[in-house]
């Protein structure tokens, strides 16, 4: 059970708990604005961490798709057989692929995919294309170093995620303690949720307090970025 479904699972207790009992007292006009707000940070961050995952995807596969290339090359494939080859599949190199297949400028193609797909390592395999082709230098043990690397960078930053993990744990837990402390009050006799949604005072707790949760899981993200960006 995520920690997610374990939060979700208390609110809903607590509420079954307390809810009945409440007034009926209208949300206050005000409302909507700083739940639009948390909900928006709530959003951004899913997101974030969404983006973040399929990034790390697409730096492992041309990762790949460069260790491939320089295989391609050690067998005696011309440059642009073994890019066709080793990039087959891979959406993020649509554009190098279709520079190949036309004839076009494949390493301007590289440095299109590379901005598009935000990946540097396209970047730089360009670079060493556009050179081998300007003095026939081989490209083979250049995109083999390119691809060794990349896979070392990609370790490191599992090896971050995993000691990282403790601290986005630790966070998770945080943002619950207010629905535990909710389940806790309706536990001992108290009537927590007729305050928070029956009072004006109780929205006013209610709104600021969802805001600053979103506002702290927000920063905490901002923080754990800042340290995967020095990779």
């Known amino acids: 059970m995520t920690l997610g479904l374990a939060g979700a699972l ?34 951004t961050i899913r997101n974030s961490w969404r983006s973040q995952a399929r990034l790390a995807a697409r730096r492992r596969a041309a990762a790949d798709v460069v260790l491939s290339l320089s295989a391609e090359l050690a067998t005696g494939l011309p440059p642009e057989a073994a890019l066709e080859r080793a990039a087959a599949g891979r959406d993020f190199m649509a554009n190098s692929l279709g520079a190949v297949r036309i004839g076009g400028d494949v390493a301007a193609a590289l440095r299109t995919d590379a901005q598009h797909a935000g990946l540097p390592l396209l970047s730089a395999v360009a670079t060493v294309w556009q050179v081998s082709e300007g003095s026939g230098a ?13 896979l070392q960078q990609e370790r490191m930053r599992r090896d971050l995620a995993s000691q990282m993990a403790g601290p986005k744990a630790t966070a998770r837990v945080l943002a619950l303690l207010p629905a535990v402390g909710l389940l806790l009050g309706s536990g001992l006799g108290g009537s927590p ?18 805001v600053l949760e979103a506002v702290g899981l927000w920063w905490v993200r901002r923080l754990i970025r800042g340290v995967e960006k020095h990779l």
Not at 193 to 210: D, E, I, N
Request: aromatic share 8%; glycine share 12%; proline share 9%.
């Open 10 to 43: 208390l609110l809903t207790a607590a509420a079954l708990w307390g809810v009945s009992s409440a007034p009926r007292l209208r949300p206050p006009e005000w409302l909507p604005m700083p739940t639009r707000v948390a909900r928006g940070i709530y959003r």
């Open 138 to 150: 081989g490209l083979s043990d250049a995109t083999a170093r390119l691809g060794a690397a990349a």
């Open 193 to 210: 949720l007729t305050w928070l949604l029956g009072t004006p005072a109780g929205w006013v707790v209610l709104a600021v307090g969802g």
